[in-house]
């Protein structure tokens, strides 16, 4: 029997044709050499290319070899000499970029998912094969607890699948240190996994990078805490960025670059100098051996501008610089990088009263200074702005000379005095004392309120502190200035009592001046209770005893007055001597002795 086929004709042939022409000549050329020999058993050529077929034993489950044949956008066709091809997803090929990494006439690995599906085709899967392939290597790795090497391929939910020979999940945990939020910066990544959970029958390979950077840390942080020391210049890479500063990772271990340590000059927030990942050098300013904790500095690694300052600004200078800083108290300004100076409220203007600075100022505006004061130890230089205008209050002094007598309105009330408005910015303070040279007044609110036109009398006008002082009183004469020569000491007049105390009674020598008559000088006789000896409206003669004009007080006494009537008595009648009357008869009780509180004489 002879059987030749065309080869345009096999080429239109399909693929169980092909092989079954193919056993068909295999079986003829065999034939011809036993020369016309008997048909084995008595079998067909079809018959045997069927068993020939069923030799091969394809099963599901099994591994074999393949010979790719097309490569199509949605699956790759493979031969593996059954007698139908086999169909394998693309995405089982692809690679990070998304591209498959396959060809024509490649030879792969595969796995019999199926011997045949509803098109009488073989399902095959690469996946699976690269798994049952590599699973004994990653078994005995992950029992071993060796790492397994692998590309980062794609994103998935979770976290990321990784291709170590199969396909791997690594969770999103699992991938660093601390939490990852962009994960495309992984992928196309070839790195080192350990594997921390697999299941042989599922298929499930789960992997962490974690372990292994925790591993790697714990190695570089015992070295590094073995060689740090305060004072050392290190190498570390911005890890994390705070409000307040920013983590470095030095190795193995972290240290905190506070935000005062980063900048000789102002900083608003670290972001304005340092990224994420920024490698810097850094000073090791203080290490905790007990806490493990560090604190690094970078300006330190720069001269510090402070410095230089004292040869670089003198007293008297004038500067500009920018308002970096507002406070209650004054504005802060950057003369240079790293050194500020403070110009106060009261140095802001000469004659407006500042209650903050934003009033004049305001951030980032650039200011005309001079310079007040340096204190290089506090690092502090004391800035003025009004000293750059003519000082007003040097022509108010020779303006308003003491006892130049002014008129104004009444701009505020305080519980010390009012305030008078001189000339557009400045006011005179009328301190309560010297409202009234006689009466005694609690609260400027009981005589004046706000908006009331009075005169005043100019009492100083002091330049440095900024003070105009005035007096209402001063424009009256001082009646106290005659008290000394109207009522020396040792008259006697009549007073009317005004008021009474627990220590005595106020008495009105005249309108407007009292005196007082203390207890112990109201009788004579020993008083307990004022009310006893005189109540307010009364009259009583008293004699002047005491008289303090800078303290304006008058002290008198009623005691003195009798004494001393009693002495022209004796006088008297010690003169006459025609009388027979007795002392005792003539005094009486108050010759006689007192009695004790026991009723005995004492």
């Given at each position: 029997m002879s059987t030749k086929t065309n080869p345009k004709e096999k080429h239109r042939m399909s693929k169980a044709q092909a092989s079954r022409a193919a056993v068909l000549a295999q079986l003829e050329a065999e034939e011809a050499k036993e020369l016309g020999a008997k048909k084995q058993d008595g079998k067909s050529f079809a018959e045997l290319f069927e068993e020939a077929v069923k030799e091969r034993d394809f099963n599901v489950g099994d591994v074999v070899t393949g010979r790719v044949l097309e490569v199509n956008p949605d699956f790759v066709l493979v031969d593996i000499n059954y007698k139908s091809e086999g169909l394998i997803p693309i995405n089982e090929f692809q690679t990070a970029d998304g591209k498959p990494n396959i060809k024509p006439d490649d030879v792969v690995q595969v796995y019999i998912d199926k011997i045949e599906n509803e098109n009488g085709m073989v399902v095959l899967s690469k996946d699976k094969a690269d798994m049952l392939k590599a699973w004994n290597d990653i078994s005995r790795a992950a029992e071993a607890e060796e790492l397994v090497e692998g590309t980062i391929i794609a994103k998935v939910k979770g976290g990321l699948s990784v291709d170590i020979g199969v396909k791997a999940f690594l969770p999103g945990s699992q991938i660093d240190l601390r939490p990852v939020r962009n994960l495309d910066q992984f992928i196309g990544k070839r790195l080192k996994f350990k594997v921390i959970k697999f299941n042989k029958k599922r298929g499930n390979i789960v992997l962490s990078r974690r372990a292994l950077?925790?591993?790697?840390?714990?190695?570089?942080?015992?070295?590094?805490?073995?060689?740090i020391r305060e004072g050392q210049i290190v190498d570390g890479i911005v890890k994390n960025i705070t409000d307040y500063g920013a983590f470095i990772d030095l190795g193995g271990m972290d240290g905190l670059l506070h935000i005062t340590d980063m900048s000789w000059g102002r900083l608003k927030h670290p972001s304005q100098i340092l990224n994420i990942g920024d490698e810097i050098k850094v000073k090791v300013l203080k290490y905790d051996t007990e806490r493990e904790r560090v604190s690094l500095g970078l300006k330190q690694l720069q001269p510090d501008p402070w410095e230089n300052v004292q040869a670089k600004y003198q007293v008297g200078q004038k500067l500009s610089g920018k308002i970096v800083s507002l406070a209650d108290y004054g504005a802060f300004v950057e003369l240079q990088e790293g050194v500020e100076g403070l110009i106060h409220v009261s140095e802001m203007s000469w004659t407006q009263r500042v209650k903050h600075p934003s009033k004049i100022v305001a951030i980032d505006d650039t200011v005309n200074v001079i310079v007040l004061d340096i204190d290089?130890?506090?690092?502090?230089?004391?800035?003025?702005?009004?000293?750059?205008?003519?000082?007003?209050?040097?022509?108010?002094?020779?303006?308003?000379?003491?006892?130049?007598?002014?008129?104004?309105?009444?701009?505020?009330?305080?519980?010390?005095?009012?305030?008078i408005g001189i000339e557009e910015g400045i006011d005179g303070l009328v301190h309560i004392s010297d409202f009234s040279w006689t009466k005694r007044v609690n609260h400027p609110s009981e005589v004046y309120k706000k908006g009331d036109t009075?005169?005043?009398?100019?009492?100083?006008?002091?330049?440095?502190?900024?003070?105009?002082?005035?007096?209402?009183?001063?424009?009256e004469k001082d009646p106290w200035g005659e008290v000394a020569s109207k009522y020396p000491v040792g008259a006697q007049l009549d007073v009317k009592v005004t008021k009474t105390a627990d220590f005595g009674v106020f008495v009105e020598l005249e309108p407007e001046i009292e005196g007082l008559?203390?207890?112990?000088?109201?009788?004579?006789?020993?008083?307990?209770?004022?009310?006893?000896?005189?109540?307010?409206?009364?009259?009583?003669?008293?004699e002047v005893i005491s008289i303090d004009r800078d303290a304006r007080k008058i002290g008198l006494s009623a005691k003195q007055v009798t004494v001393k009537g009693d002495r022209a008595e004796i006088q008297k009648y010690s003169k006459s001597g025609s009388s027979k009357t007795s002392l005792g008869d003539l005094f009486g009780d108050q010759f006689k002795p007192a009695k004790s509180d026991e009723g005995g004489e004492s």
């Open positions: 950077l925790e591993k790697e840390r714990e190695h570089l942080k015992h070295q590094t805490l073995e060689t290089t130890a506090n690092r502090r230089i004391s800035l003025g702005m009004k000293q750059l205008e003519e000082n007003p209050w040097v022509a108010l002094k020779e303006k308003y000379p003491p006892g130049t007598v002014i008129e104004g309105q009444i701009k505020s009330i305080t519980d010390f005095g009012v305030f009075i005169k005043a009398v100019v009492l100083s006008v002091d330049m440095e502190n900024e003070r105009f002082s005035l007096g209402i009183k001063q424009l008559i203390h207890i112990s000088e109201l009788s004579t006789n020993r008083v307990e209770k004022v009310e006893d000896v005189a109540k307010p409206g009364d009259m009583i003669r008293a």
